[in-house]
């Protein structure tokens, strides 16, 4: 018989499947999530942060290696996966060309992170690479339980994987595109960490 675990998963995944907001843990905070493959998906998941989408969705990956199907990774970019993946950093790198995902922001960049908690990757190896931003409305606080999770969001989230607290710090935001990093959040690691690491 399937634990209570795997049937919210089993859940999820057919949920993300149609296109619908999912609740997750991290090791950060919660998050929510969209398959950015299915269309309407991602405008979805905007209108349940209410978050403009001038704020691009960065995607959740469940191997560093896939990463390199949807950015463009240089060298600063591979040593900050090493790194720092699975991890609290997020890296905002040149999208591959044609890849026709609506994200919001910037169409010729993509955020992606590598989490490290074993839940969202167990997900994320099913589900393929996610939208993922934390679970709140947007200019809110973040929601570190399901329960507060679905208080807050409500019918707008379809499923909450629910696997206890998430106690993290958000993930730090790192943008290599330019020549020199550029932290546009500081979260789980600092600057000088970051920059020890990309050069």
Not at 111 to 120: F, I, W
Not at 168 to 187: D, N, T
Request: charged share 20%; with cysteine; glycine share 10%.
């Amino acid at each position: 018989m399937r634990s209570e675990l795997e049937e919210a998963i089993a859940t999820a995944l057919a949920a993300l499947a149609r296109g619908e907001v999912v609740g997750l843990p991290t090791e950060t905070v919660y998050g929510v999530a969209a398959d950015p493959f299915v269309a309407g998906a991602t405008d979805r998941l905007f209108a349940a942060k209410r978050r403009p989408d001038s704020s691009a969705l960065p995607v959740l990956v469940s191997e560093p290696e896939e990463a390199g199907r949807l950015g463009l990774l240089d060298a600063r970019a591979a040593r900050l996966a090493q790194a720092f993946w699975p991890g609290p950093l997020t890296i905002v790198v040149p999208r591959r060309p044609g890849l026709g995902l609506r994200l919001g922001g910037d169409e010729a960049t993509i955020g992606l992170r590598c989490p490290d908690q074993a839940v969202a990757r167990r997900l994320l190896r099913s589900s393929g690479p996610l939208a993922v931003t934390s679970a709140n409305l947007h200019g809110e606080p973040p929601l570190r339980t399901a329960t507060s999770l679905r208080q807050v969001l409500g019918e707008a989230v379809s499923v909450v994987v629910d696997d206890g607290p998430c106690e993290g710090v958000p993930s730090s935001v790192v943008s290599l595109i330019g020549p020199s990093p550029r932290l546009l959040r500081e979260g789980g690691l600092a600057l000088e960490e970051i920059l020890a690491v990309a050069g």
